[in-house]
């Protein structure tokens, strides 16, 4: 059933209106539509082509891998600082 110009013209301004007060909603309703349009034109939705999966770092991976290397530079800061304390010592009592 078609709208007169009167319930078209009506429309129209809801529309402009709508985009006026709420532009994030009126491009959601948008996209939707063209979505539908796609759809009973007949063809398929648009899908994003098969790639592998990207993977996102997470800021606990980042802060737990911060962490350990933290704690492997002090492990291995302290093992140098007992060799070398090691060897001062057997080099004094020689």
């Given at each position: 059933m078609a709208l007169s110009q009167r319930?078209?013209?009506?429309?129209?301004?809801?529309?402009h209106r709508l985009a006026y007060e709420d532009?994030?909603?009126a491009g959601r309703l948008h996209?939707?539509?063209?979505?539908?349009?796609r759809q009973e034109r007949g063809r398929a939705p648009r899908r994003k082509?098969?790639?592998r999966p990207?993977?996102?770092?997470t800021r606990?991976?980042?802060f737990l891998?911060?962490?350990?290397?933290?704690?492997?530079?002090?492990?291995?800061?302290?093992?140098?600082?007992a060799l070398r304390h090691d060897a001062a010592a057997?080099?004094?009592t020689l």
């Open positions: 319930e078209q013209r009506i429309l129209a301004e809801m529309a532009p994030r909603f996209a939707f539509n063209a979505r539908i349009d082509r098969a790639s990207r993977r996102r770092i606990a991976t980042v891998t911060a962490s350990w290397l933290i704690v492997a530079t002090l492990i291995v800061t302290l093992l140098v600082l057997a080099a004094l």
